[in-house]
């Protein structure tokens, strides 16, 4: 499998946090030392595919059903673009995909014989902008996704996921806001985290836990 590793120093990224944003600095050394690590996959076809079966589902379900899947992929050569081209709609219905989700990845196959769909290594060579706008091409693929795959994948570390229902709660809370943060006055306050936005993203969602 395919291993992508954050290429910058946690050291680094978490002191330049606490010397810009002394309130996330606090909420920092209450979480702890910075513990991602990039998950593990072969290709952006698996992360996208596990992405989609995933949307909308208790962990639990999509995970009983993500197996089924690559199972019934595994009859036709794998976890690849092809094999979805060789399974029938009933297999791939039966092994719990909906009918939305079917259709997203049937789209997805196509979209990687396409080539809009990079493969990892071409991925390293497109900025997170290009690959929101490429993957997002993807039927039932939004922006979201596409930075938890940039985040939680493909460990890029100047991500920051304004749609996240979390990321938004731990703002409003860690900042003592009265009203929901909006997307434009979130990716203004993290001017100052730049360019370890990821880092300073998975610190707010950790901040969560904390009494």
């Known amino acids: 499998m395919g291993e992508c590793a954050f290429a910058f120093d946690p050291i680094v990224a978490a002191a330049h946090l606490r010397a810009n944003d002394p309130i996330l600095g ?4 209450r ?36 197996d089924r ?7 036709h050569g794998g976890a690849k673009p092809a094999a979805v081209g060789k399974a029938t ?9 909906s009918a939305n989700k079917l259709l997203a990845v049937r789209d997805l ?4 014989h396409e080539g809009t769909v990079p493969t990892l290594q071409e991925a390293g060579g497109l900025s997170d902008a290009e690959l929101v706008a490429r993957l997002t091409e993807v ?12 985040i939680f994948y493909l460990g890029r570390p100047d ?28 990716t203004r306050h993290a001017r100052r985290w730049q360019p370890y936005r990821s880092v300073a993203s998975w610190y707010l969602w950790r901040s969560l836990d904390l009494d």
Do not use: N
């Open 159 to 186: 991500v920051l996921p304004t749609g996240d229902f979390a990321i938004r709660a731990a703002f409003k809370r860690l900042y003592r806001k009265r009203k929901d943060p909006t997307p434009e006055s979130m």
């Open 26 to 29: 606090a909420a920092m050394g």
């Open 109 to 112: 196959a196509l979209k990687c």
């Open 69 to 75: 899947v690559l199972a019934e992929l595994r009859r």
């Open 139 to 150: 039927r039932g693929v939004g922006e979201w996704t596409v930075h938890m795959l940039l």
């Open 31 to 66: 979480v702890g030392v910075f513990a991602l690590q990039p998950k593990r996959t072969r290709s952006l076809f698996e992360a996208v595919l596990q992405s989609i079966v995933y949307q909308q589902l208790h962990a639990k379900a999509a995970g009983t059903i993500h």
């Open 89 to 97: 709609d009933a297999a791939l219905r039966g092994a719990g995909l």
